[in-house]
Each structure stands twice: as C-alpha cells, then as structure tokens.
C-alpha cells in the first residue's frame, strides 16, 4: 500500500517536473510558429536559405556524432578496463568541453585558423578554409559534443566491474572478441544514450558555432543560427518555425530510440 | 576490424567533403559580401536587386551579394578574424575603426565617401504602450519614480551606445554641461532599467513579447519595425533632443584586393548614395543622408527634435574612454 | 606513451586485458587535436598578460559577482537538477504506466533546441506576462528577470544530463539486493537508501558535475531570462562578451581561463570521489 502511493507520487512529480519544465517551452515554440497562420509557417520552413541550413545541420552532425562515437568507446575502454596513473586527469580533460561556454569555444577555433590565429600563414598558403566556412562549424559541433557518448557509457561499465573481461581474456580472447561478446552488451543502451544526446546536442548547438561561422546567408549558416537571423531580423514567427524543425527532427530521432530500444528489451537482450 | 576501417573512411569521407566545399569554385559571376547588422535585412535584400541591375547596365557584369547579419560588434570582429567581406555596413564607425586598427582597411575610410560614410542615419526615439500611461514625453520623464525603462547595455551592444550618448546630450543641455548633475541624471536613468539586455533585439523583445516596462530607449529604425508589426499597441515618442546615429559604411581594402573585387565594392558603396537607393533607405525607416530625399518623408519621421553628433562628444575614441571602457562611468553607475 | 605503459605495468602489474596500447593511444590523439590544442591557444591568448594585469582583470568587482552570480545558481540547478534526475530515472525504469515512453523521449529535447530559443520560450513563459510567471506572480514571486530565472533556464539545459547518468546504472541494478532486503523487512525509504542509493551515487554525482559544469558555461538561454543588471543578475559568460565587444581578447580569454579552471577543478574532484566509490562497492 505505501508503496503504492509512493508510486504515484512519484510518477505524478515526474509528470509535473517534465511538462512545466519541458512540455511547455517546447509546446510554445510551436504555439508560436504557428501564430500567423500554417501559410506563413510553410513558407519559413521551405524557404531556400532554411533548406540549406538544413542540409548543413546534418551535414555537421552527422560528422559529430561518428566521430564522437568512435572516440567514446575506445575512451571508455580505455578508462574503465585498464589502471593506470593519472586516470582520473584524462577522465576530467575529456569532461572539459562541457566546463567551456560555447562562445570561448568558438573563439579556440577562431585563436587557431583566424586571421588573428597562429595556423592563419599555413592554411592560407594552400588556400583552404577552416573558420568562416563549413570545415569551422564541424571542428565547432566536434568539440562541443565530444564528451557525450564516453560520458554516458563510463558510469555502466564502471559498475559492471571487469571481471568477466579479465576471465575471458585469461581463456585467451584477443580484445576485438572480448569487446564484441562482453563489454557490447553490457554497455549497449548506454551508447544508445550516448549517439542520441550527442545527436540532440549537435543539432541544436548555437553558441560555439555562431562565433565561427560569419553567418553567411546560405553558405554558413546551420538551423540553430537561421533562427538566430530571422529572430535579430525581427522575424520572430519564422525563428520559431525553423525552430519547430529541430524540434520535429529531435522528436523523430526520439521515436527511431523507442523502436530500437523497445524492440531490443522484447528480445530479451538486456 | 573491417568496420573500424569503413567507419574511420566515412570520417575522412565526411571532413573532406567539408574542407572541399569550404574552398567552393570560382564561377564567372562576381560574388561580394557584406557584412552588416541586424535589422538591416530588408533594405539591403531590396537594394541588393536595385544594385544588380545597375551594374549589370552599367558594366555588363553578373554580380551576387551574399549577406550576412548580426550584432555589429560581433560582425565587425568576424571580418577581424577572417570572415571575408568585401565591404561592411555596421551600426557604428567605431566597429569599422576596429578593422582599420588590424589592418584591414585603409586609415581615412571615413571621408572616402559622402557624409562621413553613412548613406542613411537614423536616431533614438522611445517606444511607448498605447495610449502613453505614464505619459512620457521627454528624457526627464524617464527619470520619475515608478517608470520602468528597457534598453540594452552599452557595454556589450555598441549599437545601444547611441542610447546612452543621446541621453547624456539631453542632460548636458539641461544642466548646462555641469557634470555631476549630468551624472546623477544618468544614474538615476539608469536605476530605472529593469532588465539591461545584451543587444538591441533582446530588449525589443523584453519590451514587446514579454510586456516588461513602460518605454523602450530604441533606434528609431528598429522602433518602426516594432509598430509595423504591432500598429495599434505602440507608439513612438521623439524626444526633444536625441542624437544623430551614423550606421557606417566602407571597403575592406585587404580582401577586395585578394580577390579583385575593388570596383564593385566600391560601386556598391556609391549606389547607396543614388536617389533610388535613397528613398529605399526612407521606405525601411532609415533616414536617407540626402536632404532632399529626406523632406519626402517628413510625414513619416519627426524632424524637428534637435540632433546632437558624435563629434559634440569629440569622436568615439573620447566617448568610448570617458563612458564604456571598463571602470569607465558606466560601470560606475552600478555599485554591489 | 610506451614509457607511460611500462611504468604503470611496473606499479600494477601486467594488464591482463589486451588493448591498452591502441585503445590509450586513439583516446589521447582524439584528445589532443579536439580539445587540449585548441585549449592550449586560451592560455597563449591570456599570456599576452602581465600577471599584474591579469590578476587585476579577473578579479575585478564586476567580475567576482559575475563568477557569484553563474557559480550559485549553476550549482542550485544542478542540485535541483539531481534530485529530479533520480525520481525521474527511478520512475521511467521502476514503473509502468501510460505515457511512460513519451515520458523518456522527452528528456532530450532541451539540447535539441537552440540555446536562444530556449532561453526566449523560457523567458515569454516565467515573466510575469507568462502562463507560469502569471501564477507566481499573483503570489507576489517574481520568476523571469531574477536568480529564479537564471536558475530554471540552467534546470532546463542540464536535466538531460542527470537522469541519462543515472538511468543506465539503474537498468542494469540487480533487483536481487532490492528484493533480498524487502525479505529482510527493510522499508521502502531504507531499502532505497541503504542498498540503491549506494549504487547509483556515482552516476549521480557525474550527472551533478555535468550539469554544474554545463551551468556555469551556459550563455546563450541564460542571457535572455537574466535580467542582466551588474551585481544582481549579471552572469560571467556575458562579461566575456562584454570583452569582446570591446575588442579585448585578452582579457577575455583570461576570464575564460578563471572560469574553465575552477570548472576543471570541480569536475576533477567529482572524478576522483566517484572513482573511489567505484573501489569501495566493487570490492
């Protein structure tokens, strides 16, 4: 009985907490959008210039969330099945990225391949473009997002141990193996956790991003800064109509986990 | 292990496909770009089409203008750290100054063209709710107790400098330049800001979507923006002395050299000047340089408010030193 | 690197895992180009400094209260932010009931949605204009404008943070503990305290110090709800800004420096208090 009521005081919190704070900011957004009217809306999500920003947010992301996840797993290998000195150092250095402010993270970027920056002479030379061009807003969403996925998947394989590893290794299982049958497994909804965020995050970061890209209308400009124009343009109903896309976008990706992760917990695989 | 490859080749795949589309090729068509300010948006995307057409008459050259918009401080130090822009059209000369400073554009840029390089000026008006409740009509009403002013900080938006500078003009005038009274008229100006928002677009919507305040400090520009969206529930208070905005114009040099760009740039600058694009700048609540141009629209703007110039605070280099560097007496009107 | 293997084989004896050498070597490549190059240009920036003059920057009164201003409310939100982090990830992985899928699809919204725009929702529904701020308001609270506000746009971004730690380590908890002391006549509270809680703090803690470091950086949501006004709403982010604008990078990066320290130092501390709990519930 108590414990009954402490579930529904618990689920009814939960439900209080999510829609005042998440619910109904998102929910406004698209209150919002669609304030003039669905012809007004149509027009500010299929315009030239939002359908480029598109195409250049994926484009960004996509990079973020590969090479993210590449390096997240070997991170977490690393520090979770191995001792060595100064493990709790790299552990924090890769947390560094969310200690920056994005603005300062841009500025990094800037400080390097900027007309201001000490690799300016070189790149020039060769005529390739980093900051104020599409190279710049990746390296941006690259470091911003880069702790998410060993971040999410450290805390599960730390409270996994390494025994199993260790046994499987004695029996003589080369590294690849042990990964595949063992630590995979364990670490599986964990990464999921991981790609989703990392994705979440690298769509709609702003702050880093703004700083490098110059905003050139339809060459650098992704979602997130169109929204910044269009809102600095005093065009507050197409913001947030190009808004309600990352929105539509990060709630699909939602959805896709759902399927993934219920379809994978019926088969009994956790 | 295979998969480790293909996904390291995707990578690689990934990048270079970006690096190579940063470089993009060279097409026949000459590209400029200009890199302004916000709420220039509309009147440059009219006068970027009014230009193309002259020029293509002109000189038989296809010429497209990629634009770009954001705070001006911002934007200026973009073109600084190696945004490219063939020219910039910024909310103050000061900003420009700044790119002279790293050497990207000629010293003297400010009497290359007409009018100390500002085609089109603008001033600072208050917004007020319908109807006017507190009855504001002039600077010293924004001093009262119980009026609850919005404008941005001039610290981190240069455009709200005008604001501030505007204010002070109305003060020296009141108090025959007597500087502690001067002060204590801005302090308590000041005291009646309620939110000091980082640019000028954050105030404008703290004023309009969120309700705060009773009077917005805008540019006059902006302010119209404001009631064309929202006709009935505004209205724009002139005051009785402001000061004279000059939004800046010039050619970067440095980049207009690299990539051969000099004539249009510089043709692109002069056209702002052309009657046309004149009565464009009046059309989108700027206020045409060109006298003439300007009477046309004496029923849209109130000429007969007195304007004070940069030049009465003897340049931006003093103003700046005297209010806005730090420990300046900007900061000094905050205390713990 | 090779010297870095050999003398941690020599203190903890030889790895028994293999794939130290490679996984070690791509983890601190990627490390290196992504993150402590780039951050070893802030410190060649803030050099460009005389101590004298650099000292005098970061501790300028303005900027102290700046520091105050980010640091307090980051660390309330993320206080906020864990213990909302815990019911909501014990309730989407303890409990069934309608709703329970849209319920966890939800959580990663915030980072999907540009910092600003947040920041500009947020504030249009806590000012006292708003649909929530309205309520408070009618109670004499006032929410947007003030600490509150700051410290629910810093709840907003950093929720996701939290229970995404926690809930994996919850998933994989075995329910044996739980039950064995239900068994026992351990109550709900005592079970949850003495057995679950001792397992899921480390996870806690990380998701704590995330979305404290996240808090302390965040700009771009925070800047509309503050009201911005020094020494009361002023947070440090925007006095880089401030900066900036007036084309000092310098000082700028300088006040970067200070702030990333103290955010490193933080995290570091979580790190190694986890680690050491790590060692304690496994053995």
């Known amino acids: ?270 | 292990m295979n998969k480790r490859r293909l996904l390291s080749l995707g990578l690689t795949l990934v990048l270079s496909i970006g690096v190579l589309t940063g470089c993009g090729s060279k097409s026949e068509i000459i590209e400029i770009t200009n890199v302004s300010y916000d709420p220039t948006r509309e009147f440059y995307e009219a006068y970027n089409e009014e230009f193309k057409a002259y020029w293509k008459e002109k000189t038989d050259q296809e010429v497209t203008i990629v634009q770009s918009h954001g705070g001006s401080g911002k934007q200026a130090r973009s073109v600084i750290e190696g945004n490219e822009a063939d020219v910039v059209t910024l909310a103050l000369a000061q900003d420009i100054t700044a790119i002279e400073e790293a050497g990207l554009i000629e010293a003297g840029w400010i009497d290359e063209f007409e009018k100390n390089s500002s085609p089109y000026t603008s001033t600072i008006v208050f917004l007020v709710r319908s109807g006017n409740p507190k009855n504001i009509k002039d600077w010293d009403d924004l001093i009262k107790d119980g009026v609850e002013v919005i404008t941005p900080n001039p610290k981190s938006s240069g455009g709200a400098r005008w604001n501030f500078l505007a204010a002070w003009g109305f003060a020296d005038e009141l108090y025959g330049g007597a500087q502690d009274k001067i002060t204590e008229f801005i302090t308590k100006l000041y005291n009646n800001v309620i939110v000091l928002d980082s640019g000028a677009r954050g105030s404008t919507t703290t004023f309009v979507e969120n309700g705060q305040g009773d009077v917005l400090i805008a540019w006059e520009n902006e302010a119209y923006l404001s009631l064309k969206e929202h006709p009935d529930e505004y209205e724009i208070i002139t005051p009785s002395i402001s000061i004279l905005a000059e939004p800046s114009v010039a050619v970067v040099d440095e980049v207009t050299k690299k990539r051969d760009t000099a004539e249009v740039a510089s043709g692109y600058i002069s056209y702002l000047y052309s009657d046309a694009a004149q009565r464009l700048a009046g059309e989108n609540y700027y206020r045409p340089s060109n006298e003439e141009i300007l009477q046309e629209f004496s029923n849209v703007f109130d000429l007969n408010s007195r304007l004070i110039t940069i030049d009465d605070f003897g340049g931006w280099e003093e103003a700046s030193k005297e209010f806005f560097v730090d420990g300046a007496l900007f900061d000094q009107i905050y205390s713990e | 690197m090779k010297e870095l293997i050999k003398k941690t084989k020599g203190k903890y004896g030889k790895k028994i895992i293999p794939g130290f050498g490679i996984s070690m070597g791509i983890t601190i490549s990627f490390l290196s180009l992504i993150v402590l190059i780039p951050m070893a240009s802030i410190i060649v920036n803030a050099s460009g400094l005389s101590f004298e003059e650099f000292i005098g920057i970061v501790t300028e009164k303005q900027v102290v209260s700046g520091y105050k201003v980010s640091f307090l409310c980051a660390f309330i939100a993320a206080l906020i932010n864990s213990g909302f982090g815990v019911i909501l990830a014990w309730v989407l992985v303890k409990y069934e009931f309608p709703g329970k899928r849209i319920l966890d699809g939800l959580i990663e919204l915030p980072f999907a949605l540009p910092t600003a725009v947040a920041g500009i929702t947020l504030t249009a529904l806590y000012s006292d204009k708003g649909w929530i701020g309205k309520i408070f308001a009618g109670a004499g609270i006032q929410i947007a404008y003030t600490k509150v506000g700051i410290i629910i746009a810093m709840v907003f971004i950093g929720i996701p943070f939290v229970v995404r730690a926690i809930q994996p380590v919850l998933e994989k908890l075995d329910t044996q503990y739980e039950e064995a002391a239900t068994m026992l006549g351990a109550s709900g509270s005592k079970t949850f305290l003495k057995v679950i809680l001792p397992e899921i703090f480390p996870a806690m803690l990380t998701g704590f110090g995330l979305a404290l470091a996240r808090g302390i950086g965040e700009y771009g949501s925070v800047v509309f709800i503050a009201g911005n006004i020094p020494y009361k709403t002023q947070i440090a982010p925007l006095l880089i800004m401030t900066k900036l604008e007036q084309y000092k990078y310098a000082d700028a990066t300088g006040i970067a420096l200070v702030m990333l320290i103290a955010s490193f130092l933080i995290l570091l501390i979580i790190n190694i208090v986890q680690s050491y709990m790590n060692k304690v519930t496994n053995n």
Request: proline share 3%.
């Open chain 1, 1 to 270: 009985m108590k414990s009954k009521i402490t579930r529904i005081i618990l689920i009814t919190v939960s439900f209080i907490f999510i829609g005042g704070m998440l619910v109904l900011p998102l929910s406004s957004v698209i209150v919002y959008a669609l304030r003039d009217g669905i012809k007004a809306y149509k027009e500010a999500v299929f315009d030239e210039y939002t359908v480029k920003a598109l195409y250049l947010t994926i484009i960004a992301t996509m990079s973020a969330v590969a090479l993210n996840t590449l390096f997240g797993i070997f991170a977490a290998w690393t520090i979770t099945k191995f001792n060595f000195r100064g493990k709790q150092l790299l552990t924090t250095l890769i947390d560094i990225p969310f200690a920056i402010s994005p603005v300062i993270a841009g500025l990094l970027f800037i400080l390097i391949f900027g007309r201001v920056g000490w690799a300016y002479d070189f790149i020039e030379k060769y005529n390739i473009k980093i900051v104020f061009a599409i190279p710049g807003i990746i390296l941006a969403t690259i470091f911003v997002t880069f702790p998410f996925v060993s971040r999410e998947i450290i805390p599960v394989l730390n409270s996994q141990g390494k025994d199993e590893e260790e046994a499987a290794a004695l029996m003589g299982a080369d590294g690849f193996k042990i990964f595949r049958k063992i630590t995979l497994p364990h670490m599986k909804w964990a990464l999921l956790y991981g790609v989703i965020l990392c994705t979440a995050r690298a769509m709609g970061e702003f702050g880093a991003v703004s700083v490098l890209s110059g905003h050139l209308r339809g060459k650098t400009n992704t979602l997130p800064l169109h929204v910044e124009i269009l809102y600095n343009e005093f065009n507050l109903t197409s913001a947030f109509a190009v808004s309600s896309i990352l929105v539509i976008m990060a709630i699909i990706i939602l959805i896709l986990r759902n399927i993934v992760e219920y379809k994978g917990k019926k088969a009994g695989e956790l």
